[in-house]
T-cell receptor, first 114, second 112 residues
């Protein structure tokens, strides 16, 4: 199995630009999670989906952030417009179970907004 | 906050020594998990212990759970330089659906 796939691995963009991060979960997994990791705030859950349906988006920092999961094999996290404080590593994770169990993380996307 | 808190924040040991890391949490849990993160990589699941279990082993890893004290410990025996990483505890709560709450992590350095 290829594991969770994220693209791009690195993204450098200017303030005000739109950024789209992509994730392909492990085949057969039923839950998908988006996290953000910074030195200051640690690992924060932004949003998660069960069976392609958003369940909890309370971690999404602002309306500038949006996430979609149009099918079981693809999800996007969009930031529009981006700001320097959005600079972080964004992780996608998936889980077979729709419960608080093992999660499998992707390699992350390092986002730098200048 | 339901966030687990790891202790210590950083640990430096010599190769071959044992490393003990602790995690405390605040409310009743369904399970507690430990993850490892190597520099520049995603988190990797190590072990899950359920609330009705007290101890679990996996290779050189030993995890204990004390629900009365709301705490867990991760022991890595005979550490290796390759164990150098950040370690996170994550708690899963009954009724919280799929959500896990991660601590801020412990940085473990194993000196060769």
């Amino acid at each position: 199995d290829a594991g969770v796939i994220q693209s791009p691995r690195h993204e450098v963009t200017e303030m005000g630009q739109e950024v789209t991060l992509r994730c392909k979960p492990i085949s057969g997994h039923n839950s998908l999670f988006w996290y953000r990791q910074t030195m200051m705030r640690g690992l924060e859950l932004l949003i998660y989906f069960n069976n392609n349906v958003p369940i909890d988006d309370s971690g999404m920092p602002e309306d500038r952030f949006s996430a979609k999961m149009p099918n079981a094999s693809f999800s996007t996290l969009k930031i529009q417009p981006s700001e320097p404080r959005d600079s972080a590593v964004y992780f996608c994770a998936s889980s077979y179970f729709t419960g608080p169990y093992e999660q499998y993380f992707g390699p992350g996307t390092r986002l730098t907004v200048t | 906050s339901q966030q687990g808190e790891e202790d210590p924040q950083a640990l430096s040991i010599q190769e071959g020594e044992n490393a003990t890391m602790n995690c405390s949490y605040k409310t009743s849990i369904n399970n507690l998990q430990w993850y490892r993160q190597n520099s520049g990589r995603g988190l990797v699941h190590l072990i899950l212990i359920r609330s009705n279990e007290r101890e679990k082993h996996s290779g050189r890893l030993r995890v204990t759970l004390d629900t009365s004290k709301k705490s867990s410990s991760l022991l890595i025996t005979a550490s290796r330089a390759a164990d150098t990483a950040s370690y996170f505890c994550a708690t899963g709560y009954t009724g919280a659906n799929s959500k896990l709450t991660f601590g801020k992590g412990i940085t473990l350095s194993v000196r060769p």
